[in-house]
C-alpha cells in the first residue's frame, strides 16, 4: 500500500462463523489503527466482490501511516485485521519508482542516468584522453607540456617593442586617487613650496613642517605654542555707549554707588548664618552688631522709634497667630520650651478634667485620653494639689 494515498483497494474474506461457509451478504463496518494510534470507524466504502470475499477502499488519511491495521466486522461472520506498512514511493513508476532524488529518464538516455555501456552518458566513456583534451593538454607528458613554456630568452627576444617596456628612470604613473598616500611627498622644488598662485581647498592630516610661506608681519609675537594656544595678546575694549547694560546685570555702577545712596540700604536678612561672623549694615541709619551682642553706641534712637516697635510687634503678632501648636500628650518638663509651656497653660484653663477626693485627671481634647493626674488632699484645715504626673 502507498502512503497517503486515495484509490487503494483492501480484501477480506467473509467465513460464516456457523459452519465456515462464505458470508455474502450484510453490510460490514471497517475499522482502522494508525501507528499504534486510538482505532477510529472507518468512512471509505466496501462492497462484496462474490464468494465471500468483501474489498474496502480506505480514504486517503486513512493510509498516512507506517502503520496502518484495518479490521473487518460482519454479523455472522468472523472478525478479520489485515496488517499494511504503505510506502513512500510509488512501485507503478518504471522509472524511477517515484523517487525525487532520480532523475526521470531512462538509464543511459539524455538526463538519465549513466551506464556502464557505449554511447555518450557511459561511465567509460571519459578516457585518459578525453581528460587532458578538457584541461587544456595537448600532450600526454606533462614534462613535454612544461616544455612548450617559453624560456627567458625566448620571452625577451618576443617582437615587443622597447619602447612600449617601463622605463623607472624617464617614465612616470599617474595616480588618479590614492588613498593611503605611501611613498609620496611635497619637495619646495616640485611640490607645495613651488607654487606661485593661490592653493584653494584644505589640507587635513598632520603636517610636520612648512616653509617657503610668506606670513603676515608680526604673526611670530602671538606667541603660538604646540598645543595650539596664543600667548602674549592682550585683549581690551573700550564701550562708550551701552543701551541695554548687558554684561553689568545686578551689578553697582561706581559712578552711582555714592556714599548717600549706600546710607538708603535698610536691612539685610539672612536665612542662616552658621558661621557666626559679624554682620554690620553701613549707613546714616544702621545696625553694626556681633551677632551675639549689640556693639556699644550703635543702636541709634532712629533704630528703636515707634515705626521701628510697631514693625516688631506686628511681626511678633503675625508669627504667633499663623503657629499651630499640637497639643501635649504628657506633662512638659520644667525647663520645657515657652511655646511648651503656653500650651499646657491652655490645656489646663480649657480640656475636660475630673476630679476624685484623692485624684484629678487632665484629659485630652477628645475628652477620653488622660494627659496628666495631681494627686490631692484635704484634713479640713488645707487642702493640698501636688505636681502633675
Avoid at 539685610?268 to 552658621?274: E, I, K, M, P
Amino acid at each position: 500500500m502507498r502512503k497517503n494515498t486515495a484509490g487503494q483497494v483492501v480484501a477480506f474474506q467473509a467465513v460464516s462463523t456457523a459452519d465456515g461457509s462464505a458470508v455474502t451478504t450484510g453490510t460490514p463496518v471497517i475499522y482502522y489503527t494508525i501507528d499504534g494510534g486510538t482505532q477510529g470507524t472507518g468512512a471509505g466504502t466496501s462492497a462484496h466482490e462474490g464468494n465471500g470475499c468483501w474489498s474496502y477502499a480506505p480514504t486517503q488519511a486513512e493510509t498516512n501511516g507506517n502503520h496502518v491495521v484495518f479490521t473487518f466486522a460482519l454479523t455472522g461472520a468472523v472478525s478479520q485485521s489485515v496488517n499494511l506498512y504503505p510506502v513512500s514511493f510509488d512501485p507503478t513508476d518504471s522509472v524511477r519508482i517515484g523517487l525525487t532524488a532520480l532523475p526521470n529518464q531512462t538509464a543511459g538516455a539524455a538526463g538519465g542516468l549513466p551506464t556502464d555501456s557505449t554511447g555518450k552518458t557511459a561511465f567509460n566513456d571519459l578516457d585518459a584522453a578525453g581528460v587532458r583534451s578538457a584541461v587544456g593538454l595537448a600532450s600526454a607528458d606533462l614534462d613535454t607540456q612544461l616544455a612548450d613554456l617559453p624560456t627567458v630568452a625566448e620571452f625577451e627576444a618576443r617582437t615587443l617593442l622597447a619602447a612600449a617596456y617601463f622605463d623607472a628612470a624617464v617614465d612616470s604613473v599617474t595616480v588618479g586617487t590614492n588613498s593611503d598616500k605611501t611613498g609620496y611627498s611635497l619637495t619646495a622644488g616640485t611640490g607645495l613650496g613651488n607654487q606661485t598662485a593661490d592653493i584653494t581647498g584644505s589640507l587635513s592630516g598632520s603636517v610636520g613642517s612648512i616653509s617657503g610661506v610668506t606670513f603676515p608681519t608680526n604673526f611670530n609675537a602671538l606667541g603660538i605654542n604646540s598645543s595650539g594656544h596664543v600667548s602674549r595678546v592682550t585683549l581690551a575694549d573700550t564701550t562708550t555707549t551701552n543701551t541695554d547694560m548687558r554684561g553689568t546685570d545686578g551689578a553697582a555702577l561706581a559712578i552711582e554707588w555714592t556714599a548717600t545712596r549706600a546710607g538708603y540700604l535698610d536691612s539685610v536678612v539672612l536665612a542662616q548664618n552658621s558661621n557666626q561672623r559679624t554682620v554690620q549694615i553701613t549707613g546714616s541709619n544702621h545696625i553694626a552688631a556681633d551677632i551675639h551682642e549689640f556693639q556699644p553706641d550703635v543702636l541709634t534712637s532712629a533704630a528703636t522709634d515707634a515705626t521701628f516697635v510697631s514693625e516688631i510687634a506686628a511681626a511678633v503678632e503675625l508669627l504667633l497667630s499663623s503657629l499651630n501648636r499640637q497639643e501635649l500628650s504628657s506633662v512638659p518638663l520644667a525647663n520645657a520650651s515657652l511655646a511648651d509651656k503656653i500650651t499646657w497653660l491652655v490645656m489646663l484653663a480649657r480640656n475636660r478634667m475630673t476630679a476624685t477626693s484623692a485624684l484629678q485627671t487632665l484629659f485630652a481634647d477628645d475628652t477620653t485620653t488622660p494627659v496628666a493626674t495631681f494627686g490631692v488632699s484635704d484634713d479640713g484645715t488645707t487642702a493640698e494639689r501636688g505636681e502633675a504626673s
